[in-house]
């Protein structure tokens, strides 16, 4: 598990904040057009013909941008009921929620130590 917390300075009423996977989803997030999709599939779920129409993409590039997502678990895959070869693409809500929690306590300022950083000529003299 990769967390972030060296000193107290660092340390928070939340806790150290949990590092796992929030590189490769905001990785996923990371291109304009998984951001576009991304923006669709808040609202509801999708067809890749429907976004393709919605974002003036291609058939394949949407869905490569899909499989990104997929693979970073923020967008789920359903097959239709009666006719398998239709896949409808919609957002994994635990894996947003996580997501969302990571960023908030990522940007959470409300507890900045405005203290300066004890570093520079400082430090030296006090290591001798």
Same mark, same amino acid.
């Given at each position: 598990? @990769?967390? /972030?917390? /060296? ?10 904040? =949990? ?19 991304? $923006? ?18 291609? =058939? #394949? *590039?949407? @869905? ?9 678990? &923020?967008?789920? $895959? ?11 693409? @919609? ?6 929620? #996580?997501?969302?929690? #990571? *960023? ?5 300022? #409300? =507890?900045?130590? =405005? @203290? &300066? $950083? ?11």
């Amino acid at each position: 598990m @990769s967390v /972030v917390d /060296v000193g107290p300075r660092e340390r928070r009423a939340a806790g150290p904040i =949990q590092f796992d996977g929030l590189a490769g989803r905001l990785r996923a997030l990371g291109d304009e057009n998984r951001l576009r999709i991304f $923006a669709l599939l808040t609202r509801a779920e999708f067809c890749v013909c429907e976004l393709e129409d919605a974002l003036g993409l291609s =058939q #394949s *590039l949407v @869905s490569n941008h899909l499989r990104v997502l997929k693979r970073a678990g &923020l967008v789920r $895959a359903r097959r239709d009921a009666v006719d398998a070869r239709w896949i409808y693409y @919609s957002l994994d809500g635990k894996a947003v929620e #996580s997501l969302r929690g #990571s *960023l908030l306590r990522l940007l959470d300022l #409300s =507890q900045l130590d =405005q @203290s &300066l $950083a004890h570093c520079g000529p400082e430090r030296e003299r006090r290591r001798r």
